[in-house]
């Protein structure tokens, strides 16, 4: 049930028993760990004051859990904000190469 109420469309485990759609996870087995206040506590309308991993000054972005992305305060945010931040870092080469090559044609 947690995983389902967590991450409904990342993670699915088959549920038909040993023969499951191979498409989907087999759990073999588990363990639930519960640490008390191991989770920071998510209050209503902060999301809108994170910073997004692309910031206003050239060549300079963010990553870690306390970022704008959807798993907030926790290692998974952190490896998830990273990839995002990686994201921007590929978008913002990729733009800046573009008027240099259009240069070097419009001279050739």
Do not use: W
């Amino acid at each position: 049930e947690f995983r389902r109420v967590l991450f409904p469309g990342e993670i699915k485990a088959s549920e038909s028993g040993e023969d499951g759609d191979a498409r989907y996870a087999k759990i073999k087995k588990y363990h639930v760990v519960k640490t008390p206040r191991s989770v920071y506590a998510a209050y209503a309308g902060t999301g809108d004051i994170r910073p997004t991993q692309r910031t206003p000054i050239d060549n300079f972005f963010l990553a870690g859990c306390f970022t704008k992305q959807k798993y907030l305060a926790s290692m998974e945010g952190a490896l998830f904000s990273g990839k995002l931040a990686a994201e921007q870092v590929c978008l913002a080469d990729k733009a800046s190469r573009i008027p240099k090559k259009k240069a070097v044609q419009a001279a050739a």
